[in-house]
């Protein structure tokens, strides 16, 4: 069975930083790209940044620069290293195996100003 467990969230404070892990387990992940998502309750789930398997990456427009998307296929884990956070960035964290139906169930982040 394939999992994504996210961890690595928590309460931040605003220009403070925080890392957040995706573990992933039953399937050989490393062959897929991985994505980070977010969401506030209330509105639509929102990309945040993609790394493909050839470990090319994308971002949005809102956390290009502060955040950085890297992984480690020893470990089957995908992380997103958040710099400079605001208050903005305040939402569930989501990462997701592009390709596939198979996404994790999250980890809060909040970014007190």
């Known amino acids: 069975q394939v999992q994504l467990v996210e961890s690595g969230g928590g309460l931040a404070q605003a220009g403070g930083s925080l890392t957040l892990s995706c573990a992933t387990s039953?399937?050989?992940?490393?062959?897929?790209?991985m994505g980070w998502y977010r969401q506030v309750p209330g509105n639509q789930r929102e990309w945040v940044a993609t790394?493909?398997?050839?470990?090319?990456?994308n971002y949005a427009d809102s956390v290009k620069g502060r955040f950085t998307i890297s992984r480690d296929n020893a470990k089957n884990t995908v992380y997103l290293q958040m710099n400079s956070l605001k208050s903005e960035d305040t939402a569930v964290y989501i990462c997701?195996?592009?390709?596939?139906?198979?996404w994790g169930k999250g980890t809060q982040v909040t970014v007190s100003s």
């Open positions: 039953g399937t050989a992940a490393s062959i897929y790209p």
């Open positions: 790394i493909s398997n050839g470990r090319s990456t």
């Open positions: 997701r195996m592009h390709g596939t139906n198979y």
